[in-house]
C-alpha cells in the first residue's frame, strides 16, 4: 500500500458565488516544510511555519468550518494558524500503525 500523502484537508461550507447557490468545497493541503529533526515527528521548520501563516492569510475570509489532520506534528502545526484564528472543528485522523512487512523493511534497511 502507498503512503498517503495527505496531510491537511480544509472544509468549506457553503461557498457563494454571484448569488449563485452554496457550493460546498474542499481543499487539500500538503503540511508545510519540515525540520530536519528530531527524525520522528518533526516539527515545521521556519519556512513551514511561514507557510502556515500564509494558509491562514488566504483562507480567513473562506468560510472554514472544519480542519482535518493526522496526528503528525507537522499537519497538526500546518493547521494551527487556522485553527487559532477562525476556531472551526477539528478532526484527528489517526495514523495507520505499520504492518509487520513495512517493520521488517525497516529494521533491514530497505
Known sequence: MGKVALALIVALWPVTA??????NA?????????????????????AGEARA???LNALRDGGVTTI?????RRTRDTGAPLVAA????TVVVPT??????????RRSGS
Open 68 to 72: 482535518i489532520t493526522t496526528e503528525q
Open 26 to 46: 474542499v481543499i487539500i493541503v500538503r503540511h508545510g516544510e519540515k525540520a530536519t529533526t528530531p527524525k520522528e515527528n518533526p516539527p515545521l521548520s521556519p
Open 86 to 89: 477562525l476556531h472551526p472543528a
Open 96 to 105: 495507520s500503525r505499520p504492518t509487520a512487512a513495512r517493520q521488517g523493511r
Open 18 to 23: 454571484n448569488g449563485q447557490a452554496a457550493l
Open 53 to 55: 501563516q500564509a494558509l
